[in-house]
């Protein structure tokens, strides 16, 4: 008796000739689409740049209004520029000595502002004089670890020991303080939506959480009736909050005004370490064990993936600039990696053959 590969193979080659264009033509699309949904390489996508000085463990990156790349040296203590016209690099040292800076934003003027953990301090750089300024929190260990630079005008942080939401009102350079309902939350990812309100995630707490300025007043849901190691907090243009579900490796889409989640699952992966929202709406994901960029297009409902050329480069924080180019930091190989979407094409959910089978199709 013939295997089952057997049989299928004589059936077909049984069939008429316009049977076998339709098989082809069907053949073609589903290798086309395991295409589209698979990892992707390709040297003319991402391009890596070496940092000048090895083992500085590059994180934290985001991208100025001019187009320059910031990130965080974590171990050099550093904050460094990246210019992509000119592709050279320069570094500004931390005026202290153990700042264990995690995360960094860049206001509409250009100056960088970022948190240092150990030194307990909100730090900025103004970059066209190399000067920090630095502004010691009011609580005692509080360890800053996420930041948030408003379009009101005011720096927003998340004390990951002290359960705060923290504000600092750059001109009068005052700390406002408030607690988080949910005690020892230990809160980060922090996001702001066109209202002026602030999202951030609740990792102990197992909750999104949002803060209304204007009312000083806390809501928060809850994410499952299992711990889920939640990761992200992202805004899209329709005011919708994007999320990770790391446990259940879900992506979810939930919209405050109504309440209601939907979820999308991963491709297999080992984790997601960050994630970021272009203009849109395709969010990207930094997946460090597996050395892999993947793109989620929000309109079409799926998932694209792009190895990075190095192996094992560890990719560990991820943002967009306005053209939809995206940056990533590499913690193994000390490098920034970017990968140019504009050279990547669409994903199209909406991809089908239509054809009137001949009436003769089964005639042999």
Do not use: C
């Not at 007043?217 to 499952?224: L, Q």
């Amino acid at each position: 008796m013939a295997s089952p590969v057997a049989v299928r193979v004589a059936v077909f080659a049984t069939v008429s000739s316009h049977f076998k264009k339709i098989i082809r033509s069907f053949v073609a699309l589903f290798l086309f689409l395991a295409l589209a949904s698979s990892a992707i390489a390709s040297d003319d996508i991402i391009t890596e740049y070496p940092l000048p000085e090895k083992d500085t463990y590059p994180t934290a990156v985001e991208v100025a209004p001019d187009g320059n790349v910031w990130f965080v040296e974590f171990v050099a203590n550093k904050i460094t520029r990246f210019d992509p016209v000119a592709r050279e690099f320069k570094s500004f040292k931390i005026p202290s000595s153990r700042s264990s800076s995690m995360d960094l934003e860049v206001d509409t003027a250009g100056r960088v502002w970022f948190v240092e953990e150990d030194a307990n301090i909100l730090a900025s750089l103004d970059p066209e004089t190399g000067k920090f300024e630095e502004h010691l929190l009011p609580m005692p260990k509080s360890k800053p670890g996420s930041i948030l630079v408003s379009k009101s005008g005011f720096v927003w942080m998340l004390g990951w020991n002290s359960n705060l939401l923290i504000k600092f009102n750059i001109k009068t350079k005052k700390f406002s303080e408030y607690i988080i309902p949910t005690p020892n939350s230990f809160s980060y990812n922090l996001a702001e939506n066109r209202n002026g309100e602030i999202f951030f995630i609740e990792r102990a707490g197992n909750k999104l959480a949002m803060f209304d300025p204007s009312t000083e007043t806390f809501k928060e849901w809850k994410i499952s009736d299992s711990i889920q190691s939640a990761l992200g907090t992202l805004i899209d243009s329709k005011g919708i909050v994007w999320y990770l579900r790391l446990v259940d490796n879900l992506l979810v889409r939930f919209d405050p005004a109504t309440g209601k989640s939907k979820e999308f699952t991963l491709p297999k992966n080992k984790g997601t370490q960050e994630i970021a929202i272009d203009l849109k709406d395709n969010i990207w994901m930094a997946q460090s064990t597996d050395n892999v960029i993947m793109q989620f297009d929000s309109n079409a409902g799926m998932f694209r993936k792009y190895d990075i050329p190095t192996g094992a480069t560890k990719p560990n924080s991820i943002a967009v600039d306005a053209r939809g180019v995206v940056w990533f930091t590499q913690a193994k190989t000390t490098g920034l990696g970017m990968l140019d979407s504009t050279k990547t094409g669409g994903i199209n959910r909406k991809l089908g053959v239509k054809f009137k089978p001949p009436k003769d199709i089964f005639r042999r």
